[in-house]
Each structure stands twice: as C-alpha cells, then as structure tokens.
C-alpha cells in the first residue's frame, strides 16, 4: 500500500479565486488609468491632505491598515490551513481503511461514505470502475481535467455539486490486482468558515479603522491647538505692538519650549526696537543741537557789519561743522557694525605694531601714554576698526585721566586671547554705570558733555568693534583709577 497524494479539487468551471484575482487586475488598470488622466491628475492632488492634521491620520490610518490586512491575511491562512489539515486527515484514514478492505478481497459497492466524505471510487488498473459510493455509482471512472501546481484535478460534473475538494489517491495491492483508490472530501466547511472569518475581520478591521482615524484626528487636533494659537497671535503681532506674547502652554514638551522660544525672540525684538527708536530719537537730538547753533551763527555773521566778529562766528560754524561730520562718521561706522553681525573680518593683524603706531600718530596729549606691548601678539581683523577702538579708548582715558593713561597689550596664555588694557588714573566708574557708558549717547557727568568734544559714541563703537571681531570689552577695577579690558581671540591660540 503506497502513501496518499493529496490534490486540492476544484469545479471543473473557472475557480472563484482566479476570477476574483482577474478582476482585481483590472479594477488595477482601470484606477491606474484614471489616476493618469489629464483631467483627473490635478484634481487628485487638490485632494490630497495639506494640513499636519490630515496627513497624520491618514499616515495612522494607512498604518493600521496595513498591519490589520497581514494580520487578517495571516489568520485567515492559519485557519484555512488547519482546517484542510483536518479535511486531509480524515480523507487518507478513509482511504487506507478501503485500502485494507481492497487487500482483504472484502470490498464491496456501494461503498459507505464517512462524515465529511464527498465520494469514493475505486478503479482497477484498467480504469474499470470496482467499487464506488452511492453517489457515484454506475458513473464512469473519474477523468482527470488538469494539474496545477503539483495537485491533479478531476471532473467532478457526475456529483452534480461543484465547490471545492480534497482528493486523496491510494494505490494498493489486492488478489485481482493493483486498484487505485479515490477519496473525495469536501471542503465546504472550510470556505464557509474562512468566508465567516473574512467578514467577521473584515467589519473588525473597519470599525478599527475608523476609531483609530477618530483618534488620531481628534489627538492631533487638541495636540495642535496651541500651535494655532501661536501662530494667530505671532500673525497679528505688528511692528507696533511687540510688547504682546504668545501663550505658553502649561506641558513641558516641544510646543510648549516653541512658545518660550517665540516669546523670547519677541523680548528681542522688542528691545531692538526700543533700542532702534531710542537711538533716533538721541541721534535727532544730537544732530539738532548743533545744526541750530550752526544757523544761528551764520544767520549773525551774515547780518553783523563788523568783520572780526563775523571771523569768530564763521569759526565756530567750521567748529560745530567738524562736529557734525565726526558725529555723520559715528553714526555710518556703527550702522556698518550691526550690519557685519556675525561676518567676522579675516585679516591678519600685528596688534603689537598697531598700538605702537597708534599713540605714536596722536601726537600731543594733554597726559602722557606709556605703552607696554608684548611681542607677536596677532589677531584677526580690520586694521581699521581695531585702530578706532584703540583711539576712542585713549579719547575716553585722556578725558578723564589725572596725570597719565596706560596702555598694556599682552596673550593670555591660559585663553590664547589678546588681552588690550587701557588705563587712566582718574575717577572710577561706578559699578552700577559700567554697562550704561556703553549705551549709545550716554554721558554720565560733566567730563563727558558736548562742550568737551564727546559724542557719547566712543565707548558703544570700541565695543561693538570688539563684538565684531569675537571679542569682549568690560571695565575692570584698579587701584588708582579705571581700566577698559579688551580681549581678542589672538591667531596662535
């Protein structure tokens, strides 16, 4: 007696499945069509999901969609293949038992059918027909119509029932010889309750769908509403009214952080523009104080008849004149300073010879500069604006020195700075005005005022030349008077 073959029996008819598959074919090639279509395309991609909102529940959606549909299709498999496993178990204990009746010479027709049973026949080596159930009875041996995939079929149009079977062949020995054996069962009860399953998960799946797609609309919504209520307030926030904020949620996590960082770009801007209004409103002044004093000279010297009193006004017009221009040259080079931001200049600087060339050049001072420079000290930068650091430094010193102004150039060699010291032995500054004499047009006593030729630009442009080139420009305590520390990223660090 030889081992079963197993064979999937289907109606001789075109199978479910293959018409199924031919027309997912073409409902593919139809959708494919018309997705292309010139009409179609545009209209397409309007539809598609612009918002956060939209994409991201239809990312989850197609997400869940896909695990539910291998989940489903590997459940489905599962169950169709235990259930055949059953079906094919049942047919080949069916055969080997007509197997041992054939062997035996008991054989008789009709042949009784077990439960789950389709039909059996059984045909000697001649294709006549010996035995068979009571369905099959007085037909013809059955013909086979076909292999596919290994597994033979059989025209089963006798039985007058057409859904699927499982076919178990069994050859074995009798004392009138070889017969072949032929167990049909049926595998009704497997499409039924694959087709159960399939619905059951179906509608599963979908109402998962759904919730999920309800969730994640609704989660992403809440999740972003304080994103709109950033962005609606940053859109109504005008150049006027940069005192107002955006509203910070309460949770710790990224929106929360973008709020404090939008509130804190806002404090910015805010006191930018504060600082822009503040320094108009000074430069205006400072502008208007000589440009009226200048008028009225003119206005006198034309109209006064004697000549040498028109000399003195002319003179203080050419004073007042210069005035303006050194203001004029004020304001452009610290317009070009902010507008540098953040691009450093790149040339290679001997700070050493530049301070030596700078005292030297002033000529007469009203104090005396000694001048202690280290050797090699060389930093990155504009020659031109490092010199009008130094100049408005020793400017500020000479003003308000006693009896002499220091200048000391040295390398930190722990930092690899240049390290740029300018000293007077006059009045300190006070602690609480070491940061003010460094806001634009701030004189903080009479030493400082217009008549003494200051602008109150000098220390807010030696500053913000420092800030251009990487460095830093504090005022430092000394025993006998005031020091102005500059230091400069220096090349050989």
């Known amino acids: 007696?030889?081992?079963?073959?197993?064979?999937?029996?289907?109606?001789?008819?075109?199978?479910?499945?293959?018409?199924?598959?031919?027309?997912?074919?073409?409902?593919?090639?139809?959708?494919?069509?018309?997705?292309?279509?010139?009409?179609?395309?545009?209209?397409?991609?309007?539809?598609a999901p612009?918002?956060?909102?939209?994409?991201?529940?239809?990312?989850?959606?197609?997400?869940?969609?896909?695990?539910?549909?291998?989940?489903?299709?590997?459940?489905v498999l599962l169950l169709r293949a235990n259930l055949e496993r059953t079906v094919e178990t049942g047919a080949r204990e069916q055969a080997q038992a007509i197997a041992r009746l054939a062997t035996d010479g008991r054989l008789t027709t009709p042949v009784p059918l077990d439960h789950g049973t389709d039909f059996i026949q059984v045909t000697d080596a001649t294709g006549r027909v010996v035995a068979a159930s009571q369905n099959l009875t007085g037909h013809p041996a059955l013909a086979p119509a076909g292999s596919k995939h290994g597994h033979t079929s059989y025209d089963l149009r006798a039985l007058g029932d057409e859904h699927h079977q499982r076919v178990t062949t069994l050859t074995a020995e009798t004392p009138n010889g070889p017969v072949t054996i032929h167990v049909g069962a049926s595998l009704r009860t497997a499409d039924t309750a694959e087709d159960l399953t399939t619905a059951a998960l179906a509608a599963l799946s979908a109402v998962l769908l759904v919730t999920v797609a309800t969730l994640t609309w609704r989660a992403t919504g809440r999740a972003l509403r304080p994103v709109e209520a950033i962005r609606a307030e940053v859109a109504a926030i005008g150049d006027r009214d940069l005192d107002r904020r955006v509203p910070e949620p309460r949770s710790d996590d990224e929106i929360a952080r973008l709020a404090g960082t939008m509130n804190a770009m806002l404090d910015r801007l805010e006191t930018a523009g504060a600082r822009q209004r503040r320094f108009i409103a000074d430069a205006s002044h400072e502008l208007r104080s000589p440009l009226t004093g200048l008028r009225a000279q003119l206005e006198i010297a034309l109209t006064?008849?004697?000549?040498?009193?028109?000399?003195?006004?002319?003179?203080?017009?050419?004073e007042d004149t210069e005035r303006l221009q050194s203001l004029a040259t004020d304001l452009l080079l610290l317009a070009r300073l902010d507008a540098a931001?953040?691009?450093?200049?790149?040339?290679?600087?001997?700070?050493?010879?530049?301070?030596?060339?700078?005292?030297?050049?002033?000529?007469?001072?009203?104090?005396?500069?000694?001048?202690?420079?280290?050797?090699?000290?060389?930093?990155?930068?504009?020659?031109?604006?490092?010199?009008?650091?130094?100049?408005?430094?020793?400017?500020?010193?000479?003003?308000?020195?006693?009896?002499?102004?220091?200048?000391?150039?040295?390398?930190?060699?722990?930092?690899?700075?240049?390290?740029?010291?300018?000293?007077?032995?006059?009045?300190?500054?006070?602690?609480?005005?070491?940061?003010?004499?460094?806001?634009?047009?701030?004189?903080?006593?009479?030493?400082?005022?217009?008549?003494?030729?200051?602008?109150?630009?000098?220390?807010?442009?030696?500053?913000?030349?420092?800030?251009?080139?990487?460095?830093?420009?504090?005022?430092?305590?000394?025993?006998?008077?005031?020091?102005?520390?500059?230091?400069?990223?220096?090349?050989?660090?």
């Open 341 to 493: 931001g953040s691009d450093r200049p790149h040339e290679r600087v001997d700070l050493a010879e530049l301070v030596r060339a700078t005292v030297d050049g002033r000529g007469p001072q009203p104090h005396p500069v000694v001048v202690h420079t280290a050797d090699e000290v060389t930093v990155t930068g504009n020659p031109l604006w490092l010199g009008r650091l130094l100049t408005n430094l020793l400017d500020n010193a000479q003003r308000h020195a006693r009896h002499r102004v220091t200048v000391r150039l040295s390398r930190d060699a722990a930092t690899g700075h240049a390290v740029l010291d300018v000293a007077n032995d006059g009045t300190p500054v006070d602690p609480a005005d070491r940061e003010r004499i460094f806001e634009r047009f701030t004189r903080l006593d009479e030493a400082r005022s217009r008549d003494d030729g200051g602008t109150g630009l000098g220390l807010p442009i030696a500053r913000d030349i420092a800030t251009v080139h990487g460095g830093t420009l504090t005022v430092r305590d000394t025993p006998d008077g005031t020091t102005f520390r500059t230091r400069l990223p220096d090349t050989r660090g």
């Open 1 to 47: 007696m030889r081992e079963p073959a197993d064979n999937e029996q289907r109606p001789a008819l075109t199978p479910a499945s293959a018409r199924g598959r031919a027309l997912r074919r073409r409902i593919r090639a139809a959708l494919t069509r018309l997705a292309r279509h010139p009409r179609i395309a545009p209209l397409l991609k309007r539809l």
């Open 304 to 318: 006064h008849p004697d000549p040498q009193v028109r000399t003195g006004l002319v003179a203080g017009a050419l």
């Open 50 to 75: 612009r918002s956060v909102r939209a994409r991201t529940t239809l990312a989850a959606s197609a997400s869940v969609a896909v695990v539910l549909l291998v989940a489903s299709a590997a459940v």
